[in-house]
């Protein structure tokens, strides 16, 4: 049970307060954690380093990041209806916390010379924080944004698409600066740039969990009348508990969507540089072709960041179910153009990865809202806990298939776009699937609603 400041109630926002200073206080932590995005800066230096002279440095330099995607899916799982019942501060403060903990155990590790200390403060402890701070301010969005479920939560979600934007360049400065990268890097230099950055995301982390509000129970935005809000088939006014949500065929239908949606996502953004070298290998020098593929690896960060905001905000107004045709039906296609164009035509493969790294972060974007229509707002952030399963079975799902495919062609002397052939077809069945499912979910049937006065449809409902 959460205490003193950290209180539900304490946080509850009096008459005039302003909306729209929750998606600030929601982007300072998705912004934070997004950093996870950037974690390949380290790599080099780590396994020039550390695990310098390890046959299996480039799994090795990986596990951080790996274990961090397993631990955001299983914390948020695990603690969803913990964060629905003592409300967004104690959720953001535990976040915070956590993710900055495990900077700073990373830090020792490189002071120490314990790469075992990286992998359980970055990979265990930070990923705790990145599961309970990723789910901790959706049910609030939701609460506060009734009207426009999807563009206040695309707000919120594409900080988390948008933190490599920041962290990518911070850690690389940092690292230079201290001497933690190129030739002669130092693990001490890491270690001070693990401190440093825990250290300014202890600061910036701290904004979002002052901030933060909670609407009081009878709030509702000016001029909004709920009776006449755009209506659709699977639109509930009923709520559901996180409990019962996960014993319905639509829970486990939408769990497949996403996974294969996102899996379809990591697998190109996970090897991005690779890919587009691979791709272009014989159009350029080494070194422009280096610097080239630098520059995809930021676009594609950037379309996954729009199109949190971008695509969810349009499903306000086309449908969730709708989006998601769209995601999973055109990034199939998309998929197909890659395989059949090959790398006849640098800007058509540009086009064609852009759009299915926006589609990626938009289906993170749109869940939330979707889940909405489907369970209600009573443990909406439980529930969605629950599905970011999905998000670690892909992360490892989605580098697996493509790193596994293309080192077995590396090995049997396939040379460009045809090392990814097999993975890409992959892909495109797997998106076919999810489409298939998407298509298959219906209303949640009447059975698994909370009674009418159990005190689900208020938000102090959501403590029980």
């Known amino acids: 049970m959460a205490v003193g400041f950290l209180q539900r109630q304490r946080i509850v926002a009096g008459p005039g307060w302003s909306r729209w200073l929750v998606p600030p206080a ?16 380290f790599k080099p230096p780590l396994e020039g380093t550390l695990l310098a002279g390890n046959p299996s440095a480039g799994v090795l330099s990986a596990l951080p990041f790996t274990l961090g995607i397993i631990m955001l899916g299983l914390s948020a ?45 970055y990979g265990f402890v930070g990923g705790i924080g990145l599961g309970i701070g990723y789910i901790s301010p959706v ?43 190129g030739e002669n ?32 129970e009878d709030w509702k935005p000016a001029g909004w009348d ?16 996180a409990a019962n949500a996960i014993k319905t065929p639509q829970f486990w239908l939408l769990w497949v969507v ?39 690896v930021a676009i594609l960060s950037l379309a996954n960041a729009i199109g949190r905001i971008l695509w969810s905000s349009l499903s306000d107004v086309l449908g969730r179910k709708n989006m998601y045709r769209l995601y999973l039906g055109a990034g199939a296609l998309l998929y197909l153009a890659l395989t059949l164009l090959g790398n006849t035509n640098k800007v058509l493969f540009l086009v064609c990865a852009l759009f299915i790294l926006s589609f990626y972060g938009a289906g ?29 079975t892909a992360g490892v799902l989605g580098p697996l298939i493509v790193n596994a495919i293309a080192d077995a062609q590396i090995a049997a002397g396939v040379e460009g776009p045809g090392r990814y052939t097999l993975s890409f077809t992959i892909m495109i069945g797997l998106l076919v699937v999810g489409f298939v499912c998407n ?26």
């Open 139 to 181: 049910s609030t969005l939701i609460k506060w944004f009734p009207d426009r479920p999807g563009l206040s939560t695309g707000i919120a979600i594409m900080g988390f698409g948008g933190g490599a934007l920041i962290a990518s360049p911070l850690t690389a400065q940092l690292l230079g600066a201290f001497g933690g990268s």
């Open 226 to 241: 709920p009776s006449t809000q755009k209506a659709g088939s699977l639109i509930s006014t009923a709520n559901v508990s």
């Open 364 to 392: 993170f974007a749109t869940v939330p809202a979707y889940l909405r229509d489907l369970f209600g707002t009573y443990q909406v952030g439980a529930i969605h806990g629950r599905l970011l399963t999905a998000w670690s």
């Open 26 to 41: 929601a982007l300072s932590i998705h912004l934070a954690i997004g950093q996870a995005y950037a974690w390949s800066v």
């Open 439 to 464: 298509e298959l979910i219906k209303p949640v049937n009447e059975r698994f609603h909370e009674p009418s006065g159990s005190g689900a449809t208020t938000t102090e409902g959501a403590r029980a």
């Open 258 to 296: 996403l996974c294969f949606n996102v899996t379809a996502g990591i697998g190109i953004l996970e090897r991005a540089s690779p890919i587009y070298q691979d791709f272009f290998r014989d159009s350029s020098p080494a070194e422009t072709l280096a610097a080239a593929a630098a520059g995809f």
């Open 185 to 216: 890097a130092q693990p001490a230099g890491i270690g001070q740039t693990f401190l440093v950055m825990g250290l300014i995301y202890a600061v910036f982390m701290s904004v979002g969990w002052l901030l933060i509000r909670v609407p009081a």
């Open 77 to 121: 799982a695990l603690f969803g209806t913990k964060v629905d019942a003592n409300g967004p501060r104690w959720a953001m403060a535990v976040s915070s916390a956590c993710f900055v903990s495990g900077f700073l155990i990373s830090a020792l590790g490189m002071y120490t010379g314990q790469y075992w200390l990286v992998v359980v403060g």
